[in-house]
């Protein structure tokens, strides 16, 4: 039974999330936002609502560890594994205002949320403050993107401006068409939160396994498939801009929102375990900071980085299920990791990051002396 109640939480996550990401999406693009607005706000918000579920309901059932090791592990997965499984698939396009804005955002935050956990605990101020930047974040991002549309709008036509009753009785019954996706996919979401912690919580204890580590790995993936779902389909219908968003403000979503509400509703806030200070938060900083240079390496993700991408995951996978074990192959392994994967990585990363901005800046050259010439 608790097998069923596992597997029909993560079904009601992804069914869930699908709805409430196809009725938000439809509703804001009738707003009139760009894509790339839709993937950081509107996606990446509904698709981070099974984190916002499954965290809260984790805090406030007793749970602590595994709210916390849910959105760092989410975090972790939407781009070593959300992210590289989809520049699988096709390269992935990063605009140069995520490079510029978001993704600095997302590094900053994952930051601060590490300086507040020295302490052993996430207190109801720290998510006050969390969720205040978050809002700033979203107010800043959607007045900049209204600010682009109306500086760039051509005169509407009569019926886009509801002249029209056919045309504003059918913008009617799509918003409320939206709007029932919307509803039922909040509800789905929290059935299956609540079976998410109900099955994960019971298969911890009867294995001995701590709640932060099934947070770290079978909550986070679980809760990492509507961003799954929604960038392989965004890539496939050639919304690439879109799939990089939605990553990247569904991450400022999860430290912002998940992590914030979650440690303002708790009675005494979220205490943060040695294991995940120590290691997981860490290395959620790590993975954002690894995003900067692979977005500049073109303003794209590559395939042969979202491939060793998928690797780090794999990596990270590994690492946990053998410290969770206390299997004897720990050490050499994380010896290995820390001493010669993983600064090999970072310098064959920052040697291509610098080539491209190289190669980048000779072109811009390249093309101002010739347009001289072109013109004489």
């Known amino acids: 039974m608790v097998v069923l109640a596992l597997v029909a939480g993560f079904v009601l996550l992804v069914a869930g999330g699908e709805s ?10 009738t707003l009139g936002m760009s894509s790339l607005v839709v993937g950081l ?36 997965a939407n781009i070593l594994f959300v992210l590289g499984a989809a520049a699988l698939f096709v390269p992935l396009a990063v605009s140069s205002q995520v490079v ?4 600095p955002v997302m590094v900053v935050l994952s930051g601060v949320v590490l300086l507040m956990a020295l302490d052993d605990r996430l207190s109801r101020l720290d998510g006050a403050i969390l969720f205040a930047a978050l809002v700033v974040y979203v107010t800043v991002t959607v007045l900049l993107s209204r600010r682009r549309v109306l500086a760039s709008a051509s005169p509407a036509p009569e019926d886009a401006l509801g002249g ?21 996919g909040t509800v789905m979401l929290v059935a299956g939160a609540r079976l998410l912690v109900y099955s994960a919580s019971t298969i911890a204890a009867a294995l ?34 879109m799939a990089v968003g939605n990553i990247v403000g569904s991450n400022v979503f999860n430290i912002g929102a998940v992590l914030g509400v979650t440690a303002v509703v708790a009675p005494e806030g979220i205490a943060v375990a040695p294991a995940a200070l120590r290691f ?26 979202g491939a060793l991408f998928v690797g780090f995951y794999a990596a990270y996978l590994a690492y946990l299920v053998l410290e969770a074990t206390g299997h004897a192959a720990l050490r050499p392994y994380s010896a290995a990791m820390l001493w010669f994967v993983i600064p090999l990585t970072a310098l064959w990363l920052v040697a291509v990051a610098v080539y491209e901005v190289g190669a980048g800046r000779r072109g811009r050259r390249s093309r101002a002396a010739r347009e001289p010439a072109e013109r004489d």
Do not use: H, K, Q
């Open 20 to 29: 409430l990401v196809r009725g938000a999406g439809s509703l804001a693009r």
């Open 41 to 76: 706000t509107v996606v990446s918000f509904t698709t981070s609502a099974p984190e916002l579920a499954v965290s809260t309901d984790a805090a406030l059932s007793g749970y602590p560890g595994l709210a916390v090791g849910n959105v760092v592990g989410s975090n972790i």
């Open 164 to 184: 029209d009753p056919a045309g504003a009785d059918g913008r009617v019954r799509s918003v409320l068409r939206d709007l029932g996706l919307v509803v039922l």
């Open 208 to 241: 001995g396994v701590s709640d932060l580590l099934i947070g770290l790995t079978v909550v986070a993936v679980g809760t990492s498939l509507p961003e799954l779902v929604t960038c392989v389909v965004a890539v496939l219908r050639g919304e690439r801009d």
């Open 100 to 103: 510029r804005a978001d993704i």
């Open 280 to 305: 997981d938060l860490p290395v959620m900083l790590a993975v954002a900071l690894v995003l900067v240079p692979v977005a500049l390496t073109g303003l794209g993700v590559a395939r042969w980085e």
